[in-house]
């Protein structure tokens, strides 16, 4: 379909031509030049998921002006999520932002998931059509619907617009450069309706919206189209991404994305459709996050509107001079904001929170179990349970958490340094299998420091850093109540944890498996925000976390020994005795006061050349799971009064005497009735003989 008017248009001028070349007699050269149509040039620039971040904003101006005093008739479009991350939006719901995003000329904007954030506070979105009413420039969504809005429902124009006005919302618009029509239409991910607040706005499927869209441009003439969406580069397949969107829908030639946080360096070209048929060229660019990058893309149509060459990359906002003026406006705005950091939360630090690295303690955030740490995670998981009730463990990659906490009173600048990325939290599905080897990742490195070291909650673990990587985890499990029970293989838990770590940062490929796999969902929140709301809603403002052992570093040393109950059947072999009883069998999940179990005898190698000592530590193997005792201990008290009673002592692989296990109990016995049976034989023998003699006599 694309490019068909302009065929019968390039027909037409065809046959004027040669009227007049056959007239007035042109030379053939001059015909020719007349005759070829230059291919068309379009720059776009982009910006997504700012998320408040508001303070780079005037230095973004200046890298917006240095690309458009190159290319004068360059597009802006904004991909969402201006909305929720720091104190700017807390402070100003989006207002701060909006000055200046105002000084920018933006094109066109759509909205992200977080612009739906205050629906259910205010009952609408009456904070967002207050952004929307004093915004110059114009908002579009193909698949929302404001109709039944109270607040934005009288902005809404459902149509595509050939002549757009600011503050007003639009399927799509229709923008003219240098004389060429560009269709472009806005699409948000339906993931909004689990993660944010829509109320009674609607989000439709997003495919539907832009077969609808793309139809509607063909039909007005228009074969050159962008899709300006929120639906993330490449993530959950279950709503729709823009790698989906592209091979579904033909006829989109850009889509510039938002709502992954994906920092894509070049753009990514799609020129097959779903099932691997050849397609016209889609390009996908997305600009990373917090207004860190400009992105420019440069795109050349033929005249069939196809794109034939695309370039793009991102621009380093940091390094540009902050805009004079833009920094004006940014300073009333920022008075307030830094008068609001010093605010106390509520919350009180029963002691200091330190954030130890080893340059300055024997312990780090990147290498061991730390209080703050615990503290962080545990917030993860609690504000996590709210929406999801079945997640049970919480992960914090001990490079994201950046600052320490005082004692006394905490405040909001406090929280916020503590965790100043403004993540968003995520939820993954993952297999015990898989948990175990993000462990073996977390660990690789211990003892030295590593920015992916994992703080948890909801669970524990241990691990031996004298081992080699990979084969270091020697337990992991799961709290349940106040019990904790063996991570399963096979089994799947919900885990929370940032969205830079459930995308498989800091090399983590099974996150990354999981994301690419659609096992990641975002929960709609901000993670300073559940910090601070957990320390003054969830512990009444007290805060003194400690440190618990969920992380231990055995060092080459044994676990603390368990008691688990003993078996019916005293006589196990090897293979039996690799059963799958709790670490903690008492359940109270400390390890603490349980009966200690009897010495077992050391492990020796197998049949096969393998040092069971060695590969399976402690007799535990890779699921952590503890075998039943050997055979001999009933779970009898058995008091020896420090002696060493009726143990046997073996020697070990490096001839060093260690305690063996207890003599059974049916040894002894055989030896008493043994002995018994001697004595009444001997008895009965002398009895015999005395009368005999008796009788003789």
């Not at 200046?100 to 612009?115: C, K, R, S, V």
């Not at 060493?644 to 005497?657: E, F, L, P, Y």
Request: net charge negative; proline share 5%; hydrophobic share 35%.
């Amino acid at each position: 379909m694309k490019g068909k008017n302009r065929f019968k248009f390039s027909m037409s001028a065809a046959v004027i031509i040669t009227i007049l070349s056959s007239s007035i007699a042109l030379p053939t050269s001059t015909y020719a030049a007349e005759e070829k149509v230059e291919n068309f040039s379009l720059t776009i620039m982009h910006m997504n998921d700012t998320h408040a971040h508001v303070e780079p904003l005037p230095k973004m101006i200046t890298a917006i002006e240095e690309v458009r005093a190159q290319n004068p008739d360059a597009l802006l479009l904004n991909a969402g999520d201006v909305f929720s991350g720091t104190l700017y939006f807390n402070k100003f719901q989006g207002q701060a932002d909006l000055a200046l995003l105002n000084m920018m000329n933006i094109d066109a904007m759509t909205f992200g998931n977080h612009e739906f954030d205050l629906g259910s506070s205010e009952n609408g979105h009456q904070s967002l059509s207050a952004f929307i009413e004093k915004a110059n420039f114009p908002f579009i969504s193909a698949n929302v619907d404001f109709s039944g809005d109270p607040f934005v429902g009288n902005k809404v124009s459902n149509i595509f617009a050939e002549d757009a006005q600011d503050s007003n919302v639009y399927d799509g618009i229709v923008k003219e450069v240098n004389g060429e029509k560009i269709g472009i239409f806005g699409l948000t991910t339906e993931e909004t309706l689990e993660t944010s607040s829509p109320v009674n706005a609607q989000i439709t499927n997003y495919a539907a919206e832009a077969e609808r869209a793309v139809k509607t441009f063909e039909d007005i003439g228009i074969d050159k189209v962008i899709a300006l969406t929120h639906l993330g580069y490449d993530s959950n397949p279950a709503v729709g991404n823009d790698l989906m969107l592209a091979e579904q829908v033909d006829g989109i030639d850009v889509i510039v994305g938002g709502h992954s946080h994906t920092k894509l360096e070049q753009p990514t070209v799609v020129n097959t459709d779903e099932n691997g048929a050849p397609k016209d060229p889609t390009v996908i660019v997305q600009g990373y996050q917090y207004a860190q990058n400009l992105g420019e893309l440069h795109v050349e149509f033929n005249e069939q509107g196809q794109v034939v060459s695309s370039e793009g990359h991102l621009i380093d906002v940091e390094g540009k001079t902050a805009d004079p003026e833009a920094s004006q406006v940014l300073a009333s705005y920022k008075a307030e904001v830094d008068e609001m950091s010093n605010q106390e939360t509520g919350a009180v630090a029963q002691k200091p929170l330190t954030n130890p690295r080893l340059s300055d303690s024997n312990v780090s955030v990147r290498a061991n179990e730390t209080a703050l740490g615990n503290l962080i995670t545990d917030a993860m998981l609690v504000k996590a349970q709210e929406k999801m009730p079945e997640v049970s463990i919480a992960i914090q990659n001990g490079g994201g958490i950046r600052a320490a906490i005082d004692q006394g009173p905490i405040t909001v600048g406090e929280v916020i340094t503590v965790l100043p990325f403004g993540n968003d939290p995520a939820v993954v599905k993952l297999s015990g299998d898989e948990i175990k080897q993000i462990l073996e990742y977390s660990v690789r490195l211990a003892p030295e420091e590593s920015g992916g070291f994992l703080q948890v909650a909801g669970m524990k673990f241990s691990y031996d850093s004298t081992k080699e990587a990979g084969s270091r985890i020697v337990s992991m499990q799961v709290k349940n109540g106040d019990v904790y029970t063996d991570i399963q293989p096979n089994q799947t838990y919900l885990v929370t944890t940032n969205n830079f770590t459930a995308k498989g940062g800091d090399g983590y490929d099974v996150f990354a498996n999981a994301y690419a796999e659609g096992r990641v969902q975002d929960l709609g929140e901000i993670d300073w925000e559940q910090f601070r709301d957990y320390m003054v809603e969830d512990l009444n403002g007290v805060v003194d976390p400690v440190i618990e052992g969920r992380i231990t570093d055995l060092l080459g040393e044994k676990p603390e020994p368990v008691n688990p109950a003993e078996p019916e059947e005293p006589q196990l072999d090897d293979e039996d005795s690799k059963g799958d009883d709790s670490a903690d069998p008492n359940g109270d999940g400390d390890n603490k006061d349980d009966q200690p179990q009897q010495p077992q005898e050391e492990p020796k190698d197998d049949d096969k050349g393998n040092n069971t000592k060695d590969d399976n530590k402690d007799h535990q193997d890779n699921t952590g799971t503890t075998p039943p005792p050997s055979a001999g201990n009933n779970g009898g008290n058995n008091s020896n009064n420090g002696s060493d009673g009726n143990i046997v002592k073996v020697a070990d692989d490096n001839d060093n005497v260690v305690k063996g296990k207890q003599l059974p109990n049916t040894a002894t016995n055989m030896f008493t009735y043994m002995l018994t049976g001697a004595v009444l034989l001997a008895a009965g023998a002398v009895l015999y003989l005395f009368k005999r003699k008796k009788a003789k006599a």
